[in-house]
């Protein structure tokens, strides 16, 4: 992976910058020892490493605005950190760079039921914010499977996705304020517990925007009332198309279940073996979770069950209770672990319309055949996100190349068909120097435009996003 | 006026504009700053691209109907979830509302508080932007982390940042049925009350409205026929303790949330219209210190339409009340005195500005409108 040669100038002043550093935050706050400082030197895209300069953890706003000011005078890049489990290389840092982790900001500021709203800091952990309101019967509803871990801070620069995110959508339906620190110092306040903008909808663009324009230190989130229960139904196809048609029919009668997920033969075999859930071994596997009450849950189900008969399934499996539900999300929730037990994986993240579902398949498994890796294909299929897990071995000479470039063909093909690069996991470095196959120099010119208002100088996680040779000319100004 | 027919030709129009230009889609949402210039119009782009009902999304021109696009939806028994009104009932304009000026101004309705509002189910747009560039953004699938999100920039921000030329939503099933809670009688604050006690229920509200017209604080429930009686009970047993709740469903019902989107009640306003975005518990405050000549709730208590006296600033009432104020209507005198949007805190405001002018170097956009 290309990235900008470090600043030899910064890196001669490392010494001067620790001291200043030193100045704003406690000494333990600050971490230069290069022993200590390889902790940061990747996220969950563990293929590529580069320790920083230095790193800071600051636990406050103010903190966090003084840090700012001193890499901003010192014309410091800076790379924001949440929790470090970013799968598209968006915190790893450059040599050159102050990583500012947000860990020490974790806790909740207010929590308004009337209002169904919480605030928190935005180094708190996803599932930390679900556990804050649950004893009273509220949750978060975006649930990343990294939520265990993964911060809010990564979560909204991300605009992450979840299981559940056919009903409840994504980070960015969920976000009503942030309270964020400019490249420069200056602390805004955007949004609230109110809904929507007054003006131009910043809120909109800062989530998602993978660290480029501010730090978020707090957050107003929305809250919900747990439904009454959930329940998940399992059904098997001889083909994958014939799934497809499926998911696109029960979509077509008016049912919205919170998940339909969908896993090829490969993950189920891999899966089976991992966690032996008793998974029918055939082609294409749904599960389609619904929620409600007893009696609505039955109503949707029955409706549901309706249609996946009219297309033969190999098998139709209900939970008659939490026991059996949980073990028809036993092998899907263990995908990912499996799949990391056998070998090493590349996890992409393309969207394609759901129509185009049986011909990407297709296409996936032609390209697999082509480069010579197995491809296992895990996904929400309900909103077309794509999970293709590309099998690789990290000791074989050449194999990482070539699973990427096996990578870079199944997100183009997703482009082509109408979807896009990354449904949930972000650019980052990992799908930068794609986007020219995305967007045209004018699209990608306008998203530019934007960091330049926000960040003049481009000093935030200054080499992610944008391809190199369309961001060089501003990272050499600044 | 100007009237551009294709993408390309618009683009043509703006490269070789040489003054401000008052942007218009069907005409029906004039308000904010009054704009002086001359109208370019998407009237003439019009139509459908693209519909796929099993892929819950659709493609159009800005310049379509949303009446279009919405009799196109019910044939496959969908609709646009976040419930776009009609300005018409309080603005008296004549015309056709347009699914680009629906997104300009991000215009929902009262499903905007359990699903989202426009900007929400906006999966992708296209546009010119002020030095005729056309620019695209988003696209069509319903997860997309590809870049910056220009697409929820550009919803709300009046044409101001680029001239929309096709904008792709997500759509939802239409409810196989609905009914409505009518609790009687409550003031404002009991009625924010109940509004919050049942929107924080598991059941699932889509709506919860105050009309003090009427007397009537409404909560509806949709879904299928079993779910939705099932809800309306247990509902109906969760109000208990605030009031006797009357339930209603069918035509009367349709139309009374046709009215609660639209602010039906302030049709014959004669004073000025504000709308105010605050947290709901915050509303009843809002309603004792403006004190408004007649009101309407809706979001449960965090929208609030409001006549005023003409020439009242309500933001001045108050101050220390977090959220945003809008005059929707007034006369373009006072609407040329009075900021219409609300004003943005300096660091804000500044970033606003600065967005403009990336996207309009020259300052050709509605000019001013969004002041
Ligand atoms: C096993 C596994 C499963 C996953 N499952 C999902 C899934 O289901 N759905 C999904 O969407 N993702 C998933 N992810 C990806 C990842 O967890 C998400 O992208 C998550 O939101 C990252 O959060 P983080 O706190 O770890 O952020 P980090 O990895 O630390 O950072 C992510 C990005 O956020 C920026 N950032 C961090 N803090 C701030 C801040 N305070 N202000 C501004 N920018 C900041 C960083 O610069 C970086 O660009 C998964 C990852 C793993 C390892």
Redesign the interface.
């Known amino acids: 992976m290309e990235m900008p040669q470090p600043d030899q100038s910064i890196l001669n002043r490392k010494n001067m910058i620790v001291e200043k550093l030193h100045s704003v935050l406690p000494a333990d706050a600050v971490i230069h020892d290069p022993a200590e400082t390889r902790a940061y030197e990747c996220d969950g895209l563990a293929a590529y490493k580069c320790p920083p300069l230095c790193a800071v953890l600051p636990a406050t706003t103010e903190e966090v605005a003084a840090v700012l000011k001193i890499c901003h005078a010192e014309g410091i890049p800076v790379v924001p950190r949440g929790s470090g489990t970013s799968l598209a290389g968006g915190a790893m840092p450059t040599a050159d760079s102050v990583i500012l982790g947000v860990a020490r900001l974790n806790q909740v500021i207010e929590t ?6 919480i605030t928190v800091q935005s180094g708190r952990t996803n599932l930390s914010v679900t556990g804050a309101v649950e004893t009273d ?2 949750f978060y509803a975006p649930d990343p499977s990294s939520q265990l871990a993964c911060a809010i801070a990564g979560n909204i620069a ?2 992450s ?1 979840g299981a559940h ?1 056919l009903k409840y ?2 980070t ?2 969920n976000l009503h304020g942030v309270k964020m620190v ?1 490249m420069d110092g ?1 602390i ?3 949004g ?14 800062i ?3 993978e660290g480029q324009l501010g730090v978020v230190t707090e957050a107003t989130l929305r809250i919900l ?4 229960g959930a329940l998940p139904v399992l059904m098997g196809f001889d083909s994958a198309e014939v799934a497809g048609e499926c998911v ?2 029960i ?6 279940p919170v998940a339909i997920e969908y896993m090829d033969k490969l993950c189920i075999e891999v899966c089976e073996d991992f966690a032996k859930a008793g998974y029918p071994l055939c082609e294409a596997l749904l599960i389609v979770e619904v929620e ?2 007893e ?2 849950i039955e ?2 189900l029955s ?1 549901i069950k309706a249609i996946a008969q009219t297309h033969n399934p190999v098998e139709l499996r209900e939970a008659n209770d939490a026991d059996e539900a949980a073990r028809i999300w036993l092998g899907r929730k263990s995908a990912f672990g499996a799949m990391g037990q056998i070998n090493d994986y590349m996890c992409l993240d393309g ?5 185009e579902l049986p011909f990407v398949l297709r296409r996936i498994g032609e390209l697999s055949k082509e480069y010579g890796l197995d491809v296992g294909n895990v996904f ?1 299929a309900g ?3 794509m999970h293709p897990l590309i099998l690789f071995d990290a000791n074989t000479p050449g194999q990482l190349e070539t699973c990427e470039a096996l990578g870079a063909e199944i997100l183009k093909l997703c482009v082509e068909v ?10 980052g470095i990992e ?1 930068r120097d794609l ?1 020219n196959a ?3 120099d ?6 530019m ?6 960040d003049p100088n481009w000093l935030l996680n200054p080499a992610k ?2 391809p190199l040779k369309d961001s060089e000319t501003r990272r050499a100004a600044a | 006026m100007i009237e551009p027919k294709t993408e390309a030709e618009l683009a043509e129009a703006l490269k070789s504009a040489n003054g401000p230009l008052r942007i218009s889609g069907g005409g029906t949402r004039d308000y904010g700053r009054p704009v002086q210039g001359e109208v370019i119009s998407t009237s003439k782009l019009s139509g459908i691209t693209l519909y796929e009902p099993g892929a819950l999304t659709i493609v159009a021109q800005a310049g379509t109907p949303v009446s279009e696009i919405e009799a196109e939806l019910a044939k496959n028994n969908q609709r646009l979830a976040f419930e776009p009104m009609d300005h018409r009932a309080i603005l008296g304009q004549e015309g056709s509302p347009t699914i680009g000026g629906v997104i300009a101004a991000n215009v929902s309705g009262p499903r905007r508080i359990s699903v989202g509002a426009a900007r929400d189910f906006l999966l992708g747009v296209r546009f010119v932007d002020g030095e005729g560039k056309i620019i695209k953004n988003g696209g069509r699938v319903m997860k997309n982390v590809t870049g910056y999100d220009l697409v929820k920039l550009m919803a709300g921000s009046f044409g101001t940042l680029g001239i929309l030329t096709e904008v792709s939503l997500k759509v939802m099933p239409a409810d196989e049925t609905a009914a409505t809670l009518i609790l009687n009688g409550l003031d404002v604050e009991q009625a924010v009350a109940a509004m919050s006690s049942a929107l924080g229920s598991p059941y699932d509200v889509t709506g919860a409205a105050h009309i003090p017209a009427s007397g009537h604080t409404v909560v509806r429930i949709e879904g299928f026929e079993k779910s939705v009686a099932y809800r309306t009970e247990k509902l109906t047993q969760h109000l208990s303790a605030i009031g006797t709740a009357e339930i209603i469903s069918g035509d009367a019902h349709d139309l009374l949330w046709q009215d609660v989107r639209d602010a039906k009640a302030l049709s014959g306003a004669e004073g000025d219209i504000w709308r105010v975005s605050v947290k709901p518990s915050d509303g009843p405050a809002v309603i004792q210190a403006v004190n408004p000549t007649s009101y309407l709730m809706d979001w449960g208590g965090g929208l609030i339409w409001m006549e005023t006296p003409s020439g009242t600033d309500v933001r001045a009432l108050i101050p220390d009340i977090a959220g945003h104020s809008t005059l929707i209507k007034a006369s373009p005198a006072i609407r040329s005195e009075i900021a219409t949007f609300q004003p943005e805190p300096k660091p804000l405001a500044l970033i606003s500005n600065e967005l403009r002018s990336k996207f309009d170097p020259r300052g050709i956009l509605n000019p001013g409108l969004m002041s």
């Open positions: 308004n039921y009337p209002d169904r709203t019967g509220f991300m605009n996705g995110c959508g994504v960015t339906n400019m200056t805004v306040d955007i609230g517990a109110h809904l929507d903008a007054g003006g131009l909808d910043l809120l909109g663009v989530c998602g925007s009332h747990k439904p009454e696109s029919d979509i077509k009668a008016g049912v919205l409600g009450s009696l609505e109503e949707q409706k969207t394609i319309p759901v129509s929400h909103d077309g996100n109408g979807g896009c690069l990354t449904g949930e996991h972000g650019v799908k986007m995305q967007y045209t004018a699209d990608l010119e306008a998203q435009q934007v960091k330049d208002v926000f996003v944008f």
